[in-house]
């Protein structure tokens, strides 16, 4: 793995507000065309996840790149790399109950915190389908743990 440097406080305003903007376009393009448009990000696939606000308690949306394990829907806080979680994962652990659209289909799910043994066993799977995690990590080594969210039917 190639040594990143964690990105500077410009380039993290800069991504924050990308990620935030660019974000609530395409939520607003999947959810209305049932995840037929604007479904992957660089050859990965989206889903949107929806969680309630640990501060507000408003509705969220946020589309993240996933993989399926079974009946299981695993996401990464990985904020592309930058040193601040991503605002999603904080929602979670207030409020676990949430929901995933993957296409066309919404699903009710329940979120936990991968463990340790998942967490190795998972992320050779994320990085699979989106090799950029493996940058992500290098960037926030020694600044953050990138946890692993598992999410669960309910």
Same mark, same amino acid.
């Given at each position: +793995? ?9 380039? %993290? ?38 969680? +309630? ?14 993989? %399926? /394990?079974? /009946? ?9 790399? +930058? ?15 949430? %929901? ?6 919404? !699903?009710? +799910? !329940?979120?936990?915190?991968?463990? %340790? /043994? ?13 090799? /950029? ?22």
């Amino acid at each position: +793995m190639k040594n990143f440097k964690p990105y500077s406080e410009r380039q %993290e305003k800069f991504g924050t507000w990308l990620i935030k903007n660019i974000g609530k376009w395409q939520v607003s393009v999947y959810r209305a065309t049932g995840g037929r448009v604007w479904n992957k990000f660089l050859g990965a696939p989206v889903a949107i996840l929806t969680s +309630m606000g640990h501060k507000s308690g408003e509705i969220r949306r946020t589309p993240l790149l996933f993989i %399926e /394990d079974g /009946d299981r829907v695993v996401i990464a806080a990985s904020k592309g790399g +930058m040193s601040t979680p991503p605002a999603w994962m904080f929602n979670l652990q207030k409020t676990p109950e949430c %929901e995933i659209q993957i296409g066309p289909r919404n !699903r009710m +799910m !329940r979120a936990r915190v991968a463990s %340790e /043994d998942e967490e190795k066993a998972l992320w050779p799977k994320l990085t699979a389908i989106y090799a /950029d995690f493996d940058e992500y990590r290098a960037r926030t080594e020694g600044v953050r743990h990138i946890p692993l969210f598992i999410l669960e039917p309910r």
